[in-house]
């Protein structure tokens, strides 16, 4: 166990490597100008400045070089200053967020994150609750209509359907609004007397006592974690789905049968845990997706997480900032990947052995 | 439906008859295909591609375009912000009118049919050049994928050792970041280059999808390269790549075939995904996606201008439908963990 754990660990900085590798790949199809950002808040475009620019910051340099700046910094031979460095946590500037791309997503994560928080548990709970089912059922009422809702599902774009719910529930009803406050709510939020614990609103609310405005901020999240879940929901019912009846298949299901067991202990206990092991990846991986921002939801409910910065961003053209929000996302994604893999071991013996 | 089946598992040989297809394309191939013709669903998704299909090659009768030139470019009635309702009259240089519709409605007025979206541009000409654009887009982006997976998997699988080992850590680290995210970031690279045109999202779609048929085939290969005919193939005198793609990769190659044209789908929700949010295509362009994305600015009054969401939407959500219908029959012909089950 510890062993497997160790090899596991010793492979994140390979990953990691791998990330700042593809992300300063997409970096050199900038010109050494462009790619200025990175150093730079205001790109001068008289000709003898960009020049002065290109030098100061060793953007002729040979591309390791430029890597390496890229990764620690680089001293600043004018002021004699480190700039630059995404180990420092220096993304570079953010035109689109007129401040530097860290800052952009530190002041976005709390949005995205209580987003998930909220998302994860429906969106897990309820998926593998429909696989189940649907496969113990294999074949009868429930699981043929699961399976129809889960094809259509899986091939609904998530933006049709956000598009769609907002249709209904906001602009004819007028009951859950995009964005992320009221505008009373966010003038009580920014306002002196109430403490931003952690910036998410629902739970800064609740230690706030102000249920009002619990209230508004879990209104303002009820259609994009709809949306979210449905999507969700049809890929974890076909994975639960198909993983239990594999399971179900099994011999030492039928032992279990055979002496006797009610039917409800043979699937609960005898079935289910197994059956739930690959879920554990996709479940794992989701909860990144969630974590690394959803682009299309947060977009399409105007919701300011990561994803809608990003792409903003992306509209605008601001690459340097996009690439900000990718090395974040990537990074998120292999560190959930370790944590699944990790689980994976604990819960499956023929991994941590094998 | 799985009749062979005892028949496989006693290890008897087959009495049945094996028809001159099944001969052609082999036992496993032979069910996927009958899969396709005999599942329910299958049936209706390959249907429905029919059907798009059709609307994609009629697709100058139905609506036959304002200028020849750039038919992809949807005519619009004026410039007005405000969308106009289905059935609404055609009043600023409308385009030919096709010759069913003086059949139909006996009149020589062309109306908006799906009505307009904002900046008035015509819904129904959307949609139906919308289907040719999904076509174009999808096949494009499935066969370069497949094409550059293949070349990777299969030299990588061949050649083993250091060139396995190097190639596959490309994939790697192709795969640490999630899919659309990677196709923004290349699309965003890619605009000030090619403008804005479908090809910079068509690109990047391509530069990070073709990972999984690498893998795929790398891993069929694997096990097929250690077969006789290989060897015999080497005995007479061939080598490299002449053994590789001429003997090994199209004995190997038909599951990853059968899973990335099922790809075509998801690759044109991708691809309307960037569309929707506005990187890609410029705006007016007959895309799907791009259409939708006019909803944007309406989201508080959608319950009077629903038509802009849910024609594009519904075309895009059928398409997509359509050949995850047929590749889900596929993949259960073909998943061997599915057969103990299905008996």
């Known amino acids: ?354 | 439906m799985m009749n062979n089946s005892s028949i496989q598992n006693s290890g008897i040989p087959a009495l049945r008859k094996v028809g001159w297809l099944e001969k052609l394309v082999g036992p496993d191939n032979y069910r996927a295909f009958r899969a396709l013709i005999t599942t329910p669903a299958a049936i209706l998704g390959l249907v429905l591609l029919a059907i798009f299909a059709f609307v994609a090659i009629a697709a100058p009768i139905i609506a036959p375009p304002a200028s020849s030139r750039d038919p992809y470019r949807i005519p619009r009635d004026g410039f007005s912000p405000d969308p106009r309702p289905m059935g609404s009259e055609w009043k600023r240089n409308p385009p030919p009118l096709p010759f069913w519709w003086r059949f139909i409605m006996k009149t020589d007025g062309w109306i908006h049919i799906l009505g307009t979206a904002s900046g008035q541009w015509d819904i129904f000409y959307g949609v139906i050049w919308g289907t040719r654009t999904a076509f174009r887009v999808g096949i494009t982006i499935t066969l370069a994928t497949l094409v550059i997976g293949v070349l990777v998997g299969s030299i990588a699988a061949y050649y083993g050792g250091i060139v396995d080992n190097i190639l596959m850590r490309i994939v790697d680290i192709f795969l640490t970041l999630p899919f659309l995210m990677a196709a923004l970031i290349l699309a965003t690279i890619l605009v000030p280059r090619f403008g804005k045109s479908i090809y910079p999202a068509v690109i990047s779609l391509i530069g990070f999808g073709w990972m999984g048929y690498a893998r795929l085939i790398r891993g069929d290969i694997l096990s097929l390269k250690e077969r006789e005919f290989v060897l015999a193939a080497r005995a007479l005198g061939a080598r490299g790549f002449r053994i590789l793609f001429r003997h090994i990769v199209p004995n190997a190659i038909f599951p990853t075939l059968v899973v990335a044209s099922m790809d075509v789908g998801s690759y044109v929700l991708s691809f309307a995904a960037l569309a929707f949010l506005g990187i890609g295509v410029e705006v007016g362009y007959a895309d799907w996606g791009q259409l939708l994305s006019f909803a944007r600015n309406w989201i508080s009054s959608l319950a009077d201008y629903w038509y802009i969401v849910v024609w594009p939407g519904f075309a895009l959500v059928l398409f997509v439908l359509a050949w995850n219908l047929v590749g889900d029959a596929l993949r259960d012909a073909l998943d061997p963990r599915m057969r103990a089950v299905r008996r």
């Open chain 1, 1 to 354: 166990m510890t062993a497997y754990i160790i090899r596991r660990l010793l492979l994140l900085p390979v990953l990691l490597f791998g990330v700042t590798v593809i992300i300063f790949g997409l970096l050199q199809f900038l010109s050494p100008v462009e790619r200025s950002a990175l150093y730079v808040r205001e790109i001068p475009h008289t000709e003898g400045a960009v020049e002065g620019i290109i030098k100061r910051y060793g953007l002729d340099q040979p591309i390791y070089v430029q890597y390496w700046h890229w990764l620690v910094g680089r001293i600043d031979p004018v002021t004699g200053k480190r700039v630059g460095g995404i180990l420092r946590g220096d993304l570079g500037y953010s035109r689109v967020g007129s401040q530097p791309v860290a800052s952009l997503i530190a002041q976005r994560f709390p949005a995205t994150a209580e987003l998930a928080l909220w998302a994860v548990v429906p969106i897990i709970g309820v998926g593998i609750w429909l696989g189940v089912q649907s496969a113990v059922r294999h074949n009868r009422f429930f699981d043929q209509v699961a399976r129809v809702f889960s094809i259509i599902g899986w091939s609904f774009p998530t933006f049709v359907f956000g598009l769609l719910v907002l249709m209904f529930f906001y602009a004819k009803l007028r009951w859950f609004p995009p964005g992320r406050l009221s505008d009373w709510a966010s003038a009580i939020v920014n306002s002196d007397q109430f403490h931003q614990y952690t910036h998410l609103h629902t739970i800064d609310a609740l230690l706030n006592l102000r249920f009002d405005i619990f209230w508004d901020a879990l209104k303002h999240m009820i259609l994009p974690i709809l949306t979210l879940s449905y999507l969700n929901w049809a890929l974890l019912l076909r994975i639960t789905r198909s993983s239990m009846l594999e399971v179900l298949g099994q011999d030492y299901v039928r032992t279990a049968r055979a002496k006797g067991l009610p039917e409800r202990l043979v699937i609960n206990r005898h079935a289910r845990p197994n059956a739930l092991i690959p879920v554990v990846t996709i479940a794992g991986l989701m909860v990144a997706g969630l974590l690394g921002g959803v682009v299309i939801t947060e977009t399409v409910f105007t919701y300011p997480g990561i994803g809608s910065a990003a792409a903003q961003a992306a509209i605008q053209l601001d690459v340097v900032t996009v690439l900000g929000f990718a090395l974040f996302n990537g990074t998120v994604l292999i560190l959930a990947n370790l944590v699944v893999d990790i689980l994976y071991a604990v819960i499956d013996p023929r991994v941590r052995l094998g």
